[in-house]
């Protein structure tokens, strides 16, 4: 009898250890999906997007199951530290901020700051979807509008210039449309959406402002940090990640933009 349950302790010890060894091997990323096309979700609420397709691809490389983490952008950081997740694949600017929470990847996407400009302002003043963020900053009586703690009212205030603070980017875009305001800045997906709900009063200014580094997220002294600069590093490689998201998403990047594909996000 003793041995019978030596025997059963044994069976039943495996089946825990190897249950653990299956939940150390899953790699937990967070992300917010609410940002099409590179974190969003299926009407079935399955993850898709770019964003996603790096984090299967990671997990792959790493040889672990991928499992997505989904929560507010702001949770993300803290999840992290908490040990709720391992890492951040989230379209996350790399700032100097962050960096006092967390190790950041090398970038492998960088989002630029772009402009929408009230159409009639655009042309008293010779702009064009061409034009230069100098250009534009040399009109010195021009109004900017965005939101409050946001690069959109942030960055103009950073060159001099007077923002009027809203709550909401449709605000800002809104008066942007009916000339109250000349300038919106923000990044391209939300510009451009702005810009296809005015098409006849709006245009876009394609030059950035800035380009907005965006890497993965770790722990404080992860070492995944490491592995994850060698993952990215073959991105480029022929038939490497990056070209495999070029045939998958291209199509509706270009669709979305209406002037560029992925390779927008990927030249800094």
Same mark, same amino acid.
């Given at each position: 009898?003793?041995?019978?349950?030596?025997?059963?302790?044994?069976?039943?010890?495996?089946?825990?250890?190897?249950?653990? %060894?299956?939940?150390?091997?899953?790699?937990?990323?967070?992300?917010?999906?609410?940002?099409?096309?590179?974190?969003?979700?299926?009407?079935?609420?399955?993850? @898709?997007?770019?964003?996603?397709?790096?984090?299967?691809?990671?997990?792959?490389?790493?040889?672990?199951?991928?499992? @997505?983490?989904?929560? =507010?952008?702001?949770?993300?950081?803290?999840?992290?530290? +908490?040990?709720? @997740?391992?890492?951040?694949? =989230?379209?996350?600017?790399?700032?100097?901020?962050?960096?006092? +929470?967390?190790?950041?990847?090398?970038?492998?996407?960088?989002?630029?700051?772009?402009?929408?400009?009230? %159409?009639?302002?655009?042309?008293?003043?010779?702009?064009?979807?061409?034009?230069?963020?100098?250009?534009?900053?040399? *009109? $010195?009586?021009? +109004?900017? *509008?965005?939101?409050?703690?946001?690069?959109?009212?942030?960055?103009?205030?950073?060159?001099? !210039?007077?923002?009027? !603070?809203?709550?909401?980017?449709?605000?800002?875009? $809104?008066?942007?449309?009916?000339?109250?305001?000349?300038?919106?800045?923000?990044?391209?997906?939300?510009?451009?959406?702005?810009?296809?709900?005015?098409?006849?009063?709006?245009?876009?200014?394609?030059?950035?402002?800035?380009?907005?580094?965006?890497?993965?997220?770790?722990?404080?002294?992860?070492?995944?940090?490491? !592995?994850?600069?060698?993952? @990215? =590093?073959?991105?480029?490689?022929?038939?490497?990640?990056?070209?495999?998201?070029?045939?998958?998403?291209?199509?509706?990047?270009? $669709?979305?933009?209406?002037?560029?594909?992925?390779?927008?996000?990927? !030249?800094?």
């Amino acid at each position: 009898m003793n041995k019978i349950i030596l025997i059963l302790f044994v069976f039943m010890l495996s089946l825990i250890l190897a249950s653990c %060894k299956n939940d150390d091997n899953v790699l937990r990323v967070g992300m917010d999906l609410r940002y099409p096309p590179f974190e969003t979700s299926t009407t079935n609420n399955e993850p @898709i997007g770019i964003s996603v397709d790096i984090a299967n691809a990671f997990g792959e490389y790493l040889d672990m199951k991928v499992k @997505i983490v989904p929560m =507010a952008f702001s949770n993300l950081i803290i999840a992290l530290q +908490s040990g709720e @997740i391992d890492v951040v694949i =989230a379209s996350m600017s790399i700032t100097e901020e962050r960096k006092n +929470s967390v190790d950041f990847s090398e970038p492998y996407f960088y989002f630029k700051i772009i402009s929408l400009l009230n %159409k009639d302002f655009a042309t008293i003043n010779n702009l064009n979807e061409d034009s230069t963020v100098e250009e534009l900053l040399a *009109i $010195e009586n021009a +109004s900017y *509008i965005g939101m409050a703690s946001q690069v959109s009212s942030t960055i103009p205030e950073s060159y001099g !210039k007077e923002v009027k !603070k809203v709550t909401s980017l449709a605000t800002a875009f $809104e008066e942007v449309s009916q000339g109250t305001s000349d300038v919106s800045l923000m990044s391209a997906s939300p510009v451009v959406s702005g810009h296809k709900g005015y098409r006849d009063t709006t245009i876009i200014m394609w030059d950035p402002f800035v380009a907005s580094p965006i890497g993965m997220a770790f722990k404080k002294g992860s070492d995944l940090t490491e !592995k994850a600069n060698t993952f @990215i =590093a073959t991105f480029n490689y022929e038939g490497g990640l990056y070209d495999q998201l070029r045939i998958k998403w291209n199509p509706t990047i270009i $669709e979305l933009l209406e002037r560029y594909d992925l390779d927008f996000y990927i !030249k800094e």
